[in-house]
């Protein structure tokens, strides 16, 4: 009959990180949780121990006891996700925040702001990115940079007649 499972033996690196980590107030809880399990298996306590002792299902303790063990201190960190890769490179998504930064009349526009109707089309046509507006919306957010509200009673009026058509303001 095998024996408990045990941790192997923790270098002077990977017990001062681990100890850091699982008594952490500012880490993700995630990786509280899997260096508490590592420390613990450190300690010399087996698994059926941790799992009474830290109150996580079985196969969370297994799970991490065994990615610590096979790739150290790298497999406490979350894996790579699936899904599809980005769209857009980073040198496109820093040509936008370029174009976004700029003003308009820089780049010989005849408007004084971006719109992101207008951001969008100036980057599809003359730097050759064609993104979606949220996209655009996204990436300038994440970046921090804000829209105003466009004011559409300021400004010269598209109909030159308006005054005419409208009559006088005060009877």
């Known amino acids: 009959m ?29 990786l509280v949780q899997r260096a508490r399990i590592v420390e ?5 306590q087996t698994i059926p121990e941790i799992i009474e002792q830290t109150g996580n299902a079985p ?30 490179t980073p040198e496109a998504k820093a040509q936008v925040l ?11 526009l005849p408007y004084a702001s971006w719109t992101v109707e207008r951001l969008a089309l100036y980057v599809a046509e003359q730097v050759g990115v064609r993104m979606k507006k949220t996209r655009i919306f996204e990436i300038l957010q994440d970046e921090g940079l804000r829209w105003r509200h ?16 409208r009559g006088p303001s005060k009877p």
């Open 2 to 30: 095998r024996g408990p499972l045990r941790m192997r033996a923790l270098t002077d690196e990977e017990t001062r990180v681990i100890h850091k980590l699982a008594h952490s107030q500012t880490a993700a809880i995630r």
């Open 59 to 88: 196969g969370m303790v297994y799970k991490w006891f065994k990615r610590f063990a096979e790739m150290g201190l790298a497999g406490l960190g979350d894996a790579a996700r699936s899904g599809a890769p980005s769209r857009y």
């Open 98 to 108: 370029h174009a976004a930064r700029t003003r308009p009349t820089d780049l010989g």
């Open 40 to 44: 613990l298996a450190g300690q010399g």
């Open 150 to 165: 466009q004011e559409t009673w300021f400004g010269e009026r598209l109909d030159p007649e308006f005054a005419q058509k």
